[in-house]
């Protein structure tokens, strides 16, 4: 792992541990949305979870748009309707649709 990706998730895991938001913002505010990919597939479940939810919905939609399938899912089966609904509005139309289609074959399969 780059170096300074390694400090981006060293600071990004600090933030959650701490509840810091602002500095959650702050750490991920100039990092290129692939590395911030890159930083989600090292976390844990619960830091994915605690992550999606405290970033602004536009840098959760950017983070989304780069992960892979697997991950894409874990990410969106954490958001709650109304931030499902915020970052979906901050997604590429083509991306907007598989998320949401994914979000509704999972509701499906559910019941």
């Not at 959760?60 to 089966?77: K, Y």
């Not at 598989?98 to 074959?105: A, M, P, Q």
């Amino acid at each position: 792992m780059r170096e300074d990706l390694e400090q981006v998730l060293l600071d990004v895991r600090a933030a959650l541990q701490e509840g810091r938001d602002d500095r959650l913002t702050s750490v991920v505010k100039d990092v290129h949305p692939a590395d911030l990919a890159e930083v989600y597939a090292l976390l844990d479940d619960d830091e994915r979870s605690q992550l999606v939810f405290k970033l602004p919905a536009r840098i959760t939609a950017e983070v989304i748009a780069e992960l892979d399938d697997a991950e894409r899912g874990e990410a969106v089966d954490d958001l709650d309707e109304a931030t499902l609904t915020e970052v979906v509005t901050e997604l590429p139309p083509d991306d907007a649709v598989d998320v949401l289609d994914r979000k509704s074959t999972r509701l499906n399969s559910s019941h």
